[in-house]
């Protein structure tokens, strides 16, 4: 398993931006599919991006397409997720997650298709 920690989370007005970093160690990081899950109050975390270590297999839930960025830095054991024009509803609490295989397709993605988990950021995005 990868011990993760995600940073960069906090208060937005709608319109802004955050970045979301996901530094990660144990398992060789270029190993793992990275990947970004959503959880917003009384709702089931849902995914949101997730990429592969080439960016060969890049996947982004369609609320996010074209707003949001995942990306890797494997020298830097470091994920990170660019989100731009943030809107309220993305407000919520953002884990990071990484697993062994590559995702091959954008729909179904399952929590269980990764092992490693991150304790979570905040992201309040007010209108």
């Known amino acids: 398993q990868v011990q993760l920690v995600e940073s960069g989370g906090g208060y937005v007005q709608a319109g802004g931006s955050l970045r979301l970093s996901c530094a990660a160690s144990?398992?060789?990081?270029?190993?793992?599919?990275m990947a970004w899950f959503r959880q917003a109050p009384g709702k089931e975390r849902e995914f949101v991006a997730t990429?592969?270590?080439?960016?060969?297999?890049?996947y982004y839930a369609d609320s996010v397409k074209d707003r949001f960025t995942i990306s890797r830095e494997n020298a830097k054991n470091t994920a990170y997720l660019q989100m731009n024009s943030l809107k309220p509803e993305d407000t919520a609490v953002y884990y990071c997650?990484?697993?062994?295989?590559?995702?091959?397709?954008?729909?179904?993605?399952?929590?269980?298709?990764?092992?490693?988990w991150g304790q979570g950021t905040q992201v309040t995005v007010s209108s």
């Open positions: 997650a990484a697993g062994l295989y590559a995702i091959a397709s954008a729909t179904n993605i399952r929590e269980s298709d990764f092992d490693s």
């Open positions: 144990g398992r060789t990081f270029s190993k793992n599919t």
């Open positions: 990429r592969n270590w080439s960016g060969s297999n890049t």
